[in-house]
């Protein structure tokens, strides 16, 4: 384990979990990396340098039933006081276009108690009416947070229905463009918006998604998302692996808290080096499980497979070393109960990503009518899940499935399954539980 002390933000450290013995012929190394930060500023003192911008869906279904407008208005005022004082910030009235609500004029305002009650005034003109073209909040919000001299670029979105005013290609070129430039956590309120359309803007631009099927609990969310964007202090935090001459890295996913695929993120730093994007860091820890494909060798030989480090880079500005660093190592043994065990770690988390992929194949063969297929995935997510102890997961599964059997994954489709039921069990998915170390 390596850790490092930013000056004034929290301490990194990388530790590597792994069985690094390989049989004669081995060639694949796995190993979870988990990278955590602690300390830093306290709780309670003053804003980093951050920017903030919420965009609110306004299209006509906001007003049905109309009560969830005015818990959209209601929660957006309980994200404005969660604020911290310097917080640079901004409104955005999302309908088929998009509209500065305030401080307007194409700038933010910056956070104290006179801008946040100038802010929930504003707050109460907003009114539905009109379509829904996510692409068109996202660009404007970059354009506002662009202009912020800060280092933490944020965005909080909230939709209510399917992004139906562009095409799903436009909206592809917006996530393409705004990824790098803010982190983004999306809500759908409600149950007539698009899974994959939320989990995505969230996925491309390095956020959190999640349902709110009642509008009521809006606010608490709300509030929850801005106490965590107050926490953060380190932006565009990055995973740099470096593998030798030989060696071919297979995969980079995040597996907890939730499982997101990194491969094909991968920008080039240097000789046989790649950065892979974490986004902003607060007080936390993330688990990372890393494949390495490495050459043959022979018994007793052993070799460096990877070096992980952690690096901050900003669009324009000097790459900082953070210091902390983990190795993975390759050893090949005869000794067979040596290079036959399985980490607990990656073998914890090797389920939890299976167990995601299997939600996802169940829902969408339940969707597409095949009730046989969608019963054998979600029989062994049900499975998935017991082994793991992921016990909201498979709560969530109890609701679509009758568990039969937990341990042979035996179930049977539910014959009526409510849709923010379906919703839940899909947005969260990805979610994981950690192993005991």
């Given at each position: ?14 530790d590597?979990y ?7 012929g ?11 930060a ?18 609110v ?20 005022a309980?994200?404005i ?30 956070a ?14 907003l009114?539905?009416?009109g ?14 947070l ?7 670029r ?6 209510d ?34 899974v994959?359309?939320v ?6 631009l390095?956020?959190?998604a ?11 969310d ?10 953060k ?20 996913k ?10 094909e ?11 892979y994007?974490?986004?902003?860091w ?6 990372y ?13 052993e ?47 090797t389920?939890q ?28 997510a ?8 992921n ?31 379906e ?15």
């Amino acid at each position: 384990m390596a850790n490092f002390a930013r000056p004034g933000g929290p301490r990194f450290s990388v530790d590597v979990y792994q069985n690094e013995y390989l049989p004669e012929g081995g060639r694949e190394v796995n190993a979870i990396v988990t990278v955590t930060a602690k300390g830093g500023r306290a709780p309670a003192g003053p804003a980093a340098s951050a920017a903030v911008v919420l965009m609110v869906d306004c299209s006509g279904s906001m007003d049905y039933p109309p009560t969830k407008m005015r818990n959209a208005r209601d929660a957006t005022a309980a994200a404005i006081d969660t604020l911290r004082d310097g917080t640079h910030f901004g409104i955005v009235d999302g309908t088929h276009v998009a509209r500065e609500v305030y401080p307007g004029g194409g700038r933010l305002a910056v956070a104290d108690p006179t801008t946040r009650a100038q802010a929930k005034q504003a707050l109460r003109r907003l009114s539905a009416g009109g379509g829904t073209a996510i692409g068109t909040w996202l660009r404007l919000a970059d354009r506002l947070l662009a202009g912020a001299d800060v280092s933490i670029r944020h965005g909080i979105l909230l939709t209510d229905g399917r992004n139906e005013h562009e095409s799903a290609a436009e909206l592809k070129d917006t996530l393409d463009a705004c990824a790098g430039r803010f982190t983004c956590d999306a809500r759908g309120v409600g149950t007539d918006w698009e899974v994959k359309e939320v989990t995505g803007i969230a996925s491309a631009l390095l956020g959190t998604a999640d349902i709110v099927a009642d509008p009521a609990r809006l606010t608490e969310d709300f509030t929850r998302i801005m106490e965590s964007t107050m926490g953060k202090e380190v932006a565009d935090v990055a995973l740099r692996v470096w593998t030798p001459v030989g060696a071919h890295l297979k995969f980079v996913k995040q597996v907890a808290p939730t499982v997101e695929e990194l491969t094909e993120r991968r920008t080039e730093a240097g000789p046989r080096a790649g950065d892979y994007p974490t986004g902003s860091w607060g007080d936390e820890s993330r688990d990372y499980h890393l494949c390495v494909e490495v050459p043959a060798a022979g018994l007793g030989q052993e070799m460096l497979a990877a070096r992980v480090s952690l690096v901050a880079a900003q669009p324009d500005r000097e790459v900082q070393n953070l210091g902390a660093q983990g190795l993975v190592r390759a050893v090949w043994t005869d000794d067979m109960a040596a290079s036959t065990s399985l980490n607990s770690q990656v073998a914890h988390y090797t389920g939890q990503a299976e167990l995601a992929q299997a939600i996802q194949e169940g829902l969408d063969l339940r969707k597409a009518g095949d009730m046989d297929g969608a019963t054998a995935k979600l029989g062994r997510a049900v499975q998935l899940a017991g082994v793991s102890g992921n016990a909201d997961t498979a709560k969530l599964l109890a609701k679509v499935v009758d568990v039969v059997d937990a341990p042979t994954g035996t179930v049977r489709l539910k014959a009526k399954v409510a849709e923010a039921d379906e919703m839940t069990l899909e947005t969260r998915s990805t979610k994981t539980v950690r192993v005991k170390k």
